[in-house]
Every structure is written in structure tokens, then in C-alpha cells.
């Protein structure tokens, strides 16, 4: 061979060695950068890894519409507030004493003691949709036969179906901004959806007396079918794709049961029990019978006073983003607890509709600012595949408290009378509240 053939051998060899060189560090080499997070088109590393920034990128366009969390929520909280002016006219016209409205009341919350994290399970599992859109449905249709219920019976049997309905609604909307939003936004959110569920609390019982005094007590059940809408519209909207859960159930509860253990956890739930057992049992049932036995007011009169902590519990919970940043959590709970325990002192011992309105608005601040306050803490206590049956168990012991609260009146209401009750329901929270400041286990940043 001879000497320029062999020099052109010798080029074509080093220009292969060269290829494969190059080919392993662009191809080879690309995947190993890749593993360790490097940015192949510029060869720089990237702070967190490539792979994360598109997941957060594909989430936010993702996210579903606040409006619709915002109608999820205020579909699951219109069960009881709604029908509430109209306990008394409901109670007469089946021929029912007062202390039926404990029933009647607390049939609504009651299925979700048992459901809720049940549903939190399949919500993780099969994707948040999957739940809502039969829960929703099962709302629409409880209310729609409560409307044209023939006996008290029947009556009672449809709040239960529309309960189940319920079990999930408010607990999912709160997971739906965890699993979007971190942070401040987060706790932005969950403040603006707890506004629409305090102002939802109190705006519905006027309109409800409003629908019950232009016909009867069956007209304040009239715009349950809402339900069927706010399906179609989760239907419509809410697409965030589901991820198939491999976990097995029993390691997906093993992961709840850690963030369910934690002391903080376990503060949130149990001021929440005592918190919405006082609001459904004092404010949502014996509350409407007081203002119909002691001041003589109408439904409509009744819904009116009922609905007027929405505009002080609205100012709350909208401004709670920036009180959480400057107070935390502790304070507020602890305040908040005290403020709502003044709120019933004052109304107990209202002689007059004025000093009622002044309590109810007081009792407005202090609902704005202690609900969205421990959901926030309940739903950052757990990581999206747990945290809607972390959030559920949170809403299984609300319910509890919402079924226990009427319950519990509707047994002492007769003996002790709703002013008394006011009072020591009073005194519970100012214990609470003061407990809560004393402590520090609620102590977030």
C-alpha cells in the first residue's frame, strides 16, 4: 500500500474516532446529562432539573378555573343555609317539635362522618373529577325530592342522600387549589374560596327566606337542581388529566396516616370540631327558632339577620393572606376563637334585633378568619397523592362537629333555652381560644 494510501486510512480511522467521540457526547453523553439534570442544548446546568420545570410548567396550564372552585364550593355549602330561615315554618308544617330541627339539620352533614374519606381515597386514586361529578349529581337529586318530600320522613331521607352528595364537595375544591398553588398564592386562594363559603353561609339563608316568604317553605329547596349545572360544568372544565395511582390503598393510607399523626394536624381538627359544632349547632339551628320565639321575625326577617355576618366574614377572609403573613396561624385561631366566643356572649344576651346584627357581624370576622385559616394548615400538611384524603378526614370530623352541634341543642334547647345556650357555647370558645394562644404546636410559618 502505498504511503498516501496510507495516510488517507490513517484520516478516514481518526475521523471515525472523532465521530464516535462526538456521538458519545452528544448522544451517549446527552443521557447522562439528562440524568443529572444539565441543559443539553447550551451544556449548562439548570437549578433544579429540566424535568421538574416542565412538569410545573404543564400544571399551570392545567389549572382549573377559580370560578369553578368557586361554584363547587358554593353548591356543597347551600344543603343547610338555604332551608335554615325556614326550620320553623318545615317543623309546623309537619306537625314537628323544636327539637326535631337537630334532625333535620344534622341529616345533611351526617353521611360524610363515614364517606368523606372514602371519597378522599377514590379522589386520589382515580382523579378529583371522578368524585365530583357523581356527588354533584346526588346533591341535585336529594334536594329535588326534599322540595316535594310528602312526610317528615321522606323529608329527612332525601337531606341524607343530598348529604352524601355534600361529603366531598367543600374538602375537594380545598384540595383542587392545594394541588395548583403553593405558597402565598395558595393561601390567597383558599382565603378567597372560604370567602365564598362564609359569604355562601350567610348570603343563602336571606335568600332562602326571601324564596320562603314570596310561597312556602318548599321554595327555599327550589334552586338545589343548581347541582346538575355545576356538574355539567365540572364535566366541561375541569380536565386535568389523571394519573394512574400504582400505590397499593394500604401504602396510600399509610402516607394520610402520617400527615393525620402530626401534632399540628391534630390541633387543626380538633378546633375545627369544637368551631363548626357552635356554628351549625347554635348559629344554623337554634339561632333561626330564637329569632322566631323571641323577636317575632318572619323567614324572610330571619334570613336577613342570618345572612348579615357575609359582609364582615367577606373583609376577613379576604384580607386573611396578608394577617396570616403578619400574625400566623396560632394568633388568628386563638383570636379568632375568643372574637366568635364575644360574638355569641353578645348575642346571647341581646334584648334588642340591634344588639343581634352588631354580635352576628362580629360573629362574621371571626367565621372569615378561622375556617380558611385551618384548611390552609390541613391541606399543607399533605402532598397531592395523599391530599385530598388528608383533607378528607379534616371534613369527616367537621361533619361530626355539624352533626353533633344540632343534635346536642335540639337536646338542651327545651331545658336551657337558645340564650343560654349562647352563652355557654360562648364560654367553650373563649376556652379554646385561649388554650390555642397557650400553646404553640400551631405555630406556622
Keep these: 500500500m502505498s504511503v498516501a494510501m496510507k495516510a488517507e486510512v490513517r484520516s478516514a480511522s481518526n475521523a471515525r474516532r472523532r465521530g464516535d467521540d462526538d456521538a458519545r457526547i452528544n448522544g451517549g453523553g446527552m443521557s447522562q446529562s439528562l440524568a443529572l439534570g444539565w441543559d443539553t442544548r447550551f451544556i449548562v446546568p439548570v437549578s433544579v432539573g429540566t424535568s421538574m420545570s416542565a412538569d410545573r410548567h404543564s400544571l399551570t396550564t392545567r389549572r382549573p378555573p377559580l370560578w369553578l372552585i368557586f361554584a363547587i364550593t358554593a353548591t356543597g355549602v347551600m344543603a343547610n343555609t338555604m332551608v335554615g330561615p325556614s326550620i320553623p ?44 361529578l357523581p356527588s354533584l349529581v346526588a346533591f341535585a337529586v336529594g334536594g329535588t325530592i326534599a322540595m316535594v318530600a310528602t312526610s317528615w320522613w321522606m323529608l329527612i331521607v332525601a337531606r341524607f342522600v343530598q348529604g352524601i352528595g355534600t361529603a366531598s364537595l367543600i374538602g375537594l375544591a380545598v384540595s383542587l387549589i392545594a394541588d395548583n398553588w403553593e405558597g402565598p398564592d395558595r393561601i390567597r386562594y383558599i382565603s378567597w374560596n372560604s370567602a365564598v363559603l362564609t359569604v355562601g353561609v350567610a348570603a343563602f339563608p336571606p335568600l332562602g327566606g326571601l324564596l320562603a316568604s314570596l310561597g312556602t317553605w318548599r321554595w327555599s329547596f327550589s334552586l338545589f337542581p343548581i347541582g346538575f349545572a355545576t356538574a355539567l360544568l365540572v364535566a366541561w372544565k375541569l380536565n386535568i388529566p389523571v394519573q394512574t395511582r400504582n400505590v397499593p390503598v394500604r401504602q396510600q393510607l399509610l402516607r394520610a396516616s402520617i400527615a393525620v399523626r402530626e401534632p399540628r394536624f391534630k390541633a387543626a381538627i380538633a378546633v375545627g370540631f369544637v368551631v363548626f359544632m357552635m356554628i351549625f349547632g347554635l348559629f344554623l339551628t337554634v339561632f333561626p327558632v330564637m329569632l322566631l320565639d323571641k323577636f317575632e321575625l318572619a323567614a324572610g326577617g330571619r334570613g336577613l339577620v342570618i345572612g348579615v355576618p357575609a359582609v364582615t366574614s367577606t373583609i376577613a377572609a379576604l384580607l386573611l393572606s396578608r394577617t396570616r403573613m403578619r400574625f400566623g396561624a396560632r394568633r388568628l385561631i386563638g383570636v379568632g376563637a375568643v372574637v366568635l366566643g364575644a360574638a355569641y356572649a353578645m348575642i346571647g344576651i341581646a334584648d334588642t334585633v340591634v344588639v343581634v346584627i352588631i354580635g352576628s357581624l362580629v360573629y362574621g370576622l371571626a367565621e372569615g378568619t378561622l375556617i380558611p385559616t385551618l384548611q390552609e394548615i390541613v391541606s399543607s400538611s399533605a402532598d397531592t397523592d395523599s391530599r385530598a384524603a388528608v383533607v378528607s378526614v379534616f371534613t369527616s370530623v367537621m361533619r361530626s362537629g355539624q352533626t353533633a352541634g344540632p343534635l346536642l341543642a335540639s337536646l338542651l334547647i327545651t331545658d336551657l333555652g337558645p340564650q343560654t345556650l349562647f352563652l355557654l357555647g360562648a364560654t367553650m370558645l373563649v376556652g379554646v381560644g385561649l388554650a390555642v394562644m397557650a400553646t404553640s404546636v400551631l405555630d406556622v410559618a
Design 89 to 132: 315554618d318545615i317543623l309546623d308544617h309537619f306537625g314537628r317539635s323544636d327539637s326535631d330541627a337537630g334532625i333535620f339539620v344534622a341529616a345533611g352533614p351526617a353521611p360524610a362522618i363515614l364517606l368523606a374519606p372514602v371519597f378522599g381515597v377514590l379522589a386520589d386514586r382515580r382523579g378529583r373529577r371522578a368524585v365530583l
